[in-house]
Nanobody, 121 residues
């Protein structure tokens, strides 16, 4: 009973910037790692960026140096700051979170419905 809602997607010109947000809500006890994935038509879904409950971050090679992931634990929110966007970044972006719900003693991954990012040349 956890929901993830993404926002911030849209159309942007190549070289521009865009910030995605994902808010987790529901019967949440703690949120562990959170991440962003994307899938373009004809391609496999891939990990874009991931951040732990601490400070550790990791990125796909294709976005290193251009994208930055961050989180606000008080707001149960994760962000993806995207700079120097390229047409090949066009995809549907999905939020992921590993969550422990109240009254439960194990963790589970949850997914948002996604938000479209389109980069024009």
């Amino acid at each position: 009973q956890v929901q993830l809602v993404e926002s911030g997607g849209g159309l942007v010109q190549a070289g521009g910037s865009l910030t995605l947000s994902c808010v987790a809500s529901g019967n949440i006890l703690v949120i562990n790692h959170m991440g962003w994935y994307r899938q373009a038509p004809g391609k496999q879904r891939e990990l874009v960026a991931r951040i732990t409950s601490g400070t550790s971050e990791n990125y796909a090679d294709s976005v290193k140096g251009r994208f930055t992931i961050s989180r606000d634990n008080a707001k149960n929110t994760v962000y993806l700051h995207m700079n120097s966007l390229k047409p090949e970044d066009t995809a549907h972006y999905y939020c992921n979170a590993n969550v422990r719900t109240q009254g439960v003693f194990w963790n589970r991954d949850y997914w948002g419905q996604g938000t479209q990012v389109t980069v024009s040349s």
